[in-house]
């Protein structure tokens, strides 16, 4: 007679319990795809952030993505107008100086918070829902302060050009001595250094000025080219308001 499964009153107690049903899986949607997007963005780089990666962020076949974004570029695109979602736009009845300082320093700090957005947004054309709105509310505050059509669109392009420039001064020399194993006062502090040692008659303001220049990666140097700016926009205004 053969032995039973298990012996005698054991079997039942002793058996690993049946696993939990899995819940249904989240289906894949255009929203979610881009969150996830973001996601690897900021893990990954833009280098990082492709059909595949995306797929294994999601749990998912590339192919299944394709029924919701096209290709690549798509995607970036869809990517850059999500991060543009979350800058914030100034109270209505601002000032138009306050109200361009406002965007500006909120774009940048946006740009800042995600790993190669300034790459990616300075790669792409953004022209999504997001980045219009924003622009549709440079372009018209600008154009109730007295600029025309003209002025209004060059200045709110400068405005995003000049902030998503800025951030990438910032953020790409940062990356590569990142990846070089420096940190940015590691890196200031050996240029100092040697700048130290050069000869005193071949750059004399330099060895006074570079602790001023390599401080360009804070706010204050963005804060004093953004304002220069938006005083420059004030003295062009063809018909103040």
Known sequence: MSQSEHPPFLGVWTDPADPEPQAPREP??????????????????VEGLSMRTLAQELHTAATSLYRHVHNKGELL?????????????PPAGTDWRTALRLVAMDLRRVLMSHRDAAVLHGSRMAIGP????????????????????????????????????????????????EASGYTWDQFAEEMSRRVAALP????????RML???????????????????????AARRSSPA
Do not use: K, W
Not at 211 to 233: K, N, R
């Open 28 to 45: 894949l949607s255009r929203s979610r795809i881009v969150a996830a997007a973001v996601r690897v963005l900021d893990r990954d780089g």
């Open 77 to 89: 695109d869809l990517t850059v107008d999500a991060v543009m979602a979350e800058v914030a736009l």
């Open 130 to 177: 997001n980045a219009l709105s924003r622009m549709e509310y440079l372009c018209s505050t600008l154009l109730a302060a007295g600029f025309s059509e003209e002025e209004a669109a060059a200045a709110g392009a400068t405005i995003i050009n000049y902030t998503v420039g800025s951030v990438l001064g910032e953020v790409m020399p940062t990356s590569a001595l």
């Open 200 to 207: 005193l008659d071949r750059y004399p303001t330099m060895r």
């Open 211 to 233: 602790p001023m220049l390599l401080g360009h990666h804070h706010d204050q140097p963005f804060e004093y080219g953004l304002d220069a700016l938006i005083a420059g926009l």
